[in-house]
C-alpha cells in the first residue's frame, strides 16, 4: 500500500509540466516502490516498525521527486508518518486538522537558535515511559522539514501555524553518515537521521536502531547502482538490519 510520501510524489509527478530528471543520478527505469532500478531493488526488506510516536514531514516542493529523498525511508518505517508539500502562501487543511488532533502532542524539530527560548524544549515525555498511560497520554508528532537547509530556514520562518507550538532541538554528539548529498558540513543531518535522533528520544529505540541500519541498506543500494556494481546482499549493511530486526523480535 503506497505510504504518504509516495502519494505525494505521485501527485506532485501528476503537476508537473515535464519529467522530473535527478541531478547526478541514473536515468533508468525505477520500482515504484523504492526508487530504485529494478536490479537493484530493496522492497523486500522494508522493515515496518511499531511505535506510538508519528512523523509530519513538510516538504519543499521537488524534495518528494528527489530520489535522495530520505523521507520516504522514515514513511517506509514508521507507519504513522504524514506528509505534506510546503507553500508560503496556502496550508493544506489536512495539515491543520493534523496539528490540533488531541492525540498528539506535536513538535518542531530545528535548531534552538533559530526559535525563541520559551518555546525551545530539549526532551519529549517518552512515549513508552509507562504503558498503562498509553491510552491517555498525548503521542508525539515530530515535525520535520524535508528540504535544503536554505529552505528549511525560509519553511521554519515563514510557518506561522508552527508558532504556537514547542521546538525540539536536538544536541547530537555525532555527525552526519549520508553519503548521498553532500551540505560540506558533518552537523547537517538527512531526514531519517534526524528522526531516528527523534524516535530514540520519545524512547522508541527499535525504530531509531532500524531507521539507522536501513539507510545503511538504502545507501549501498544506490551506490551500487548507480556504479553499476552488484547488490552484496550479505554485506554489513544488510547484516545489521537482519541483527536489529533480530533484536526486535526478540524484544516483541
Known amino acids: 500500500m503506497p505510504h504518504a510520501v509516495s502519494l ?38 522494508r522493515p515496518p516498525v511499531a511505535t506510538r510516536a508519528g512523523v509530519c514531514l513538510l516538504m519543499a516542493d521537488i524534495e518528494p521527486l528527489k530520489p535522495t529523498n530520505t523521507g520516504w525511508l522514515v514513511a517506509d518505517v514508521v507507519a504513522d508518518t504524514f506528509a505534506f508539500g510546503w ?14 488532533d488531541p492525540q498528539w502532542q506535536p513538535y518542531v524539530v530545528f535548531p534552538g537558535q533559530y526559535a525563541a ?3 525551545v524544549v530539549l526532551s519529549v515525555v517518552p512515549s513508552s515511559a509507562d504503558p498503562a498511560d498509553a491510552g491517555t497520554a498525548k503521542r508525539p508528532l515530530f515535525i520535520l522539514f524535508d528540504a535544503t537547509w536554505g529552505e528549511a530556514r525560509k519553511m521554519f520562518r515563514r510557518s506561522p501555524y508552527l508558532d504556537s507550538l514547542p521546538v525540539l532541538s536536538l544536541q547530537p554528539e555525532q555527525i552526519t553518515q549520508y553519503k548521498l548529498r553532500n551540505s560540506g558540513r558533518g552537523d547537517h543531518f538527512c531526514t531519517s537521521e534526524v528522526a531516528a535522533m527523534c524516535m530514540d528520544l520519545a524512547g522508541e529505540h527499535a525504530a531509531q ?10 545507501t549501498h543500494h544506490y551506490l551500487c547502482a548507480k556504479n553499476q556494481q552488484p547488490v552484496v546482499w550479505d554485506g554489513a549493511a544488510h547484516q545489521r538490519l537482519r541483527e536489529v530486526a533480530a533484536r526486535r523480535d526478540q524484544v516483541a
Request: charged share 25%; with cysteine; hydrophobic share 45%.
Open 209 to 218: 536502531q532500524t531507521l539507522d541500519a536501513y539507510l545503511g541498506v538504502f
Open 8 to 45: 505525494l510524489r505521485a501527485a506532485r509527478l501528476a503537476r508537473s509540466a515535464k519529467p522530473f530528471l535527478a541531478r547526478g543520478g541514473f536515468k533508468r527505469e525505477r520500482c515504484a516502490g523504492c526508487r530504485l532500478v529494478p536490479s537493484h531493488c530493496m522492497c523486500a526488506v
Open 117 to 119: 527560548p520559551e518555546r
Open 87 to 100: 507553500a508560503r502562501t496556502e496550508t493544506d487543511p489536512a495539515l491543520l486538522a493534523l496539528l490540533n
